[in-house]
Structure formats: C-alpha cells, structure tokens
C-alpha cells in the first residue's frame, strides 16, 4: 500500500505555528520579490483571491478583507517540512519526498494492521510534534493514494482527514467522484481532450481503451491509467542529481551600470558553485543571460544570452564566477535598465569522473578553499563569507517587506513568550 501525506496549507500553516493569533484569519503568501500570490488559506480561497494573482492588483481586497499577507520564509518553510519528512520516517523508512509540502510513503509488510489506525497515529504525530496539520491517504497505488488524499482533505470532519481506498467499491465511488481536470498528471490540454470525448470524470477515462490513452496521451498517461485501475505501475522514487542547475532572479530595482549586474551574476555564479558541490557534481559548460523590463514599454528592450564551456570540468566558484564574467562582459550592452540575470550550468558530471585537458587544469588549491568555505557557511549562516567580487559593502535582497521573523532557524528570532 502507498499513502499520500500532504501538509494542508503549508505555508499559510507554517506561519500559524509560531503566531496562533493567525488562526481561522485569511492569508496569502507572495513568491519572490512580493510579486504574486503562491499559497493561500482555506479562508483566503473563499473570499476569491485567486492563485497567482499580482499583489499589486489585490492591495484593495487584502484590506478590506482584512488578509493577512507575507512575503515568502522559505528557511522557515524549509525546515518546518524537514521536520515533518523526519517525524513521517518513523512510520517506514520508504520515502520519497514529492515537494515541500508532500510525500510519498510505501507500506510493505502492514497487511495485519489497521491502515486508517496508522494514518490517524501519523496525522496525531505530525501535528503534535510541528503543529502542521496533515492529510493522508492511502490506496494500493500512488496515482489512487492521490486521490485518497484528495477525499481525506475535502471531507475531514468525515474522514478525520485520513481516508483508505482498500477495495473496489471505494476505487470505484472515488474516481466517479474526481474530475478529470483534478486528476494527478492530467494537465489542461489533456483534460479538454477528454472532455471532447465525453470523459468528464477519472472513472470514465480508466474505461478508455489502452490504445487511444497510449495515442493520444503517450505511454505517461498509460501508466496513470493503470494506477488509477488499481494495478501498480508507479513506485517511489530516489532522487535523481539534476541535469542542469540555474541561479536566477528579478532586481529588486533596475540596473544600468555594469558593475552593478556584474556584482549579481557573479552571486549567482557562486550560488550555481555551491549547489554543484552540494550535489558531489562538476559542470562542463556555462550559461549567462540578462534582458531589460519587458513590461516597461518606455524603455529600450534587450536580452541575450551565451553559453560557455569550461576548459575543465569544475564546481569552483572562482572558476565558474571568472566565466560568468567573460559571458556577460561579451552580452552587456550599455545604454539598457536591466531587470533579470542568471546563471545555468550544465553538462553536469559526477566529481569523481572528470575527463582533464592535456594543456589546462584545475588549479588544486581551490579544492580545500572550497571546502572550508562551504564549512562555514554552513556553520554561520549563508554569504558569511563572500567573494571579493560580491561586493562586501552591498547588501542585495529581495523585497520582502512581509517577512515573518526565521522562528526556528535564527536564534535571534525565536519566538518571544511573555508570561
């Protein structure tokens, strides 16, 4: 058996643990920058606010609703879900952790026990020890153990949000109920193509005929097919190093000079590097962009972007920041407000199988810098120790004028008890 557990409004959720005062009150939460709205609560969702919605254009609803906004904490959000991944490990140690706010667990060898009795242990566990409420299905495949968890979110005084399909009639009464556009792995176009065919709900596309779901939906949508049928098709799975990693952001405000974006693209650079080690990885090739405010139509446009290869493999941030700075001194145009850089790499190997050039090597010294580097960043807090081309003097942040205070991972922010 698989079951689902996902974190019901996690990050609205996250920010009621530490201020309870936000119990029952709307909340959205904005994604970079306090550009958009990416989380909401059950309260928010029910006074329309809707998912993606520029905050500037809702300014008027968040007060007169008197909702709660705030800007993005994702060293809180992080280690809230760190927490609650720890605390699910102890019920299996299969695990397969689908987002921040989800995961995957498999359950061989619980034939004997009473699954909706672990699911309302594990869901007593996880909100006693975080404060996170959670909802768990479970269903004998994952695409299924999706649904059960869809039902246990949508009916939880029912279902005390944990809900089994465990037999045909429940896999049959579930997927009858669940529209197809709601269906894990159907997107958009998929679902307006079923829809034309008259499937409007999972059930009835489980019916269609392996050969028009192959056709038309390639060999992923028969696999989801087969899931949804009760036949297991999908397993959990490990995680996979990436194939290309990217540093990219917004400005704050729009740059013209060059050093100014020079100072971001080299942050970025150093970001990229950082994350290649974190991952035992060497790049072999990397990607410099910037383009101007498209939405400024007052201003002159421009965007580029170059690709270059290493001479070597490496994960050194003075390697990858020197060739971040030759791609964008080749891209930089004077005369343009810049918007957006970044900084991808790829051509992605593991360190331990470098191909070396005959005439350019890494330079050996930069293997232990590198690595008393990472040591105290980690130990002190990111960007404690930064690169001469960083600017020491610049402080550069995103605006995050909502921000709620990093209760659990600063200790110069802990939560403040008055008695």
Known sequence: MFALVDCNNFYASCERVFNPSLNDKPIVVLSNNDGCVIARSNEAKALGIPMGAPAFEFEKDFIKHSIKVFSSNYPLY?????????????????????????????????????????????????????????????????ALAKVANRIAKKFPKITNSVYVIDDEKKRVKALKWLKIEDVWGVGRQHSKRLNNIGVVNAYQFTKLSDYWVRKHMSVVGLRLKHDLQGIPTLDLETPANKKMIA?????????????????????????????????????????????????????????????????YPTNSSFDLNKYAQLGLKAIFKKGYHYKKAGVIVMGLTPKGQSQLALFKKPNPKHIPIMKIVDRMNKAYGNNKIKFGSQSLGRQWKMKQEKLSPRYSTNLNEIITINV
């Open 247 to 311: 540093t990219t952001r917004a400005f704050e405000k729009m740059h013209y000079k060059f050093e100014d974006v020079s100072e971001r693209v080299g942050t970025f650079a150093i970001s990229c590097a950082e994350k290649l080690r974190r991952q035992k990885s060497h790049c072999n090739a990397i990607l410099v962009f910037l383009h101007t405010n498209g939405h400024r139509k007052d201003l002159a446009q421009y965007g580029r972007n170059i690709v270059i290869k290493t001479d």
């Open 78 to 142: 992080g280690d809230m879900s760190s927490r609650v991944m720890n605390l699910l490990r102890e019920y299996t140690p299969d695990v397969e952790i689908y987002s921040i706010d989800e995961a995957f667990l498999k359950f061989d060898g619980f034939k004997l026990y009473d699954l909706k009795t672990i699911g309302d242990e594990m869901q007593k566990r996880v909100t006693k020890g975080t404060g996170i409420p959670i909802s768990v299905g479970f269903a004998p495949t994952k």
